[in-house]
């Protein structure tokens, strides 16, 4: 149970790039934000091996490292740091409510970035093989399979980019995709196709997961063709076939699109008067984290005015 109320000019739910930034923007103005850093503090970018496409990194930069550098900054700028998990809100009257694992917050102002998380394959066994041989994440989970064979599931920037880092210290690679041609960028793709370790299973799904106590082996089948057949040497899949928003705790309170994403205007404002949203929990298309980092600017630029507007 909440043990304190407290009041807020404005609260950012969400600790990754488009939360942080919105901090350090609000921060900078003087809004003294206060923001709810939430389950995975410094967002899904944190889980990122290398990344070698943010502005003013020539030589690449680990995501960890570069949201470590994204919190240092917000606290320079005396954004507060909150590492709480919301709740449950109440956004159908103002002040807004938001109720975390420690605290209530009164709200004028709300900005949301709470991102995505990954999406699941939906077969028997994944949800049970979590840690024994099945993963979303290749950097965090990639060197408990080296010398081991591993198959990664997807055919966009994340599958690509994770079957070249497994390919490294990994026996053989697997890349299992539904189509005939890849969703992620060319250079990703290339750097996949020419790599000797990487075998491209095309037009292929995983049918079944194989094993008692941990994955042993799959199941995949040929969409094309029909054919089945079984991969017995693997012992690590990595699911990386996209994500699904975080906006469980909005879905009464917000409007989302079909897909479940946060609807915001050219301002990124939601339905609500002085509650934006940013970053992935809004954006299906770009999931940068450099658009994620604009839009936390611009949602803190738009929260500003609107409390300007309050006065
Ligand atoms: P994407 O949506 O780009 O790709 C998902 C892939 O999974 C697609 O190839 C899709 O197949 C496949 N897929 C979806 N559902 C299933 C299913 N049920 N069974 C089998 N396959 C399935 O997601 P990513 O996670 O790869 O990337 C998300 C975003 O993040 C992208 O915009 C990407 O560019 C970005 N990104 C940015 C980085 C950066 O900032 N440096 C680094 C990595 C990613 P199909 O193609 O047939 O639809």
Not at 116 to 123: C, E, K, T, V
Not at 208 to 226: A, F, W, Y
Not at 275 to 300: E, L
């Amino acid at each position: 149970m909440a043990d304190k109320l407290q009041k807020e000019k404005l609260v950012i739910i969400g600790g990754g790039p488009a939360g942080l930034t919105a901090a350090i923007y609000a921060a900078r103005a003087g809004l003294n934000p206060l923001v709810l850093m939430g389950p995975e503090p410094g967002g899904q970018i944190t889980l990122t091996s290398e990344l070698e496409n943010y502005p003013g990194f020539p030589e690449g930069i680990n995501g960890f490292e570069l949201m470590q550098k994204v919190i240092e900054q917000a606290e320079k700028f005396e954004a507060r740091l909150a590492y709480e998990v919301v709740e449950e809100v109440r956004f159908a009257g103002k002040p807004y409510q938001i109720k975390t694992d420690v605290a209530e917050y009164q709200a004028e102002s709300v900005i949301i970035a709470t991102g995505a998380s990954p999406r699941r394959l939906g077969l028997k066994k994944e949800e049970e093989f979590i840690g024994k041989g099945i993963s979303y994440c290749a950097t965090c989970d990639g060197a408990f399979f080296k010398d081991q064979e591993v198959a990664v599931v997807g055919g966009g920037d994340v599958a690509l980019e994770e079957a070249n880092y497994l390919s490294k210290f990994c026996s053989k690679v697997y890349l299992i995709h539904r189509r005939d041609q890849f969703r992620g960028t060319k250079i990703l793709g290339d750097r996949v196709k020419n790599n000797p370790r990487i075998e491209i299973l095309w037009n292929t799904e995983v049918r079944e997961i194989l094993g008692e106590e941990r994955l042993n082996g799959l199941l995949v089948e040929n969409n094309k063709t029909m054919e089945k057949y079984e991969l017995n040497g693997v012992r690590g899949l990595f699911i990386a076939v996209g994500y699904n928003p975080n906006t469980k705790l909005f879905a009464g309170d917000l409007e989302l699109n079909e897909n479940g994403y946060i609807i915001t205007d050219d301002q990124h404002m939601t339905n609500r008067e002085g509650i934006f949203a940013a970053g992935d929990v809004q954006d299906p298309y770009y999931r940068q984290v450099v658009t994620s980092a604009s839009s936390g600017a611009k949602a803190a630029l738009e929260a500003g005015k609107y409390l300007d507007s309050l006065e």
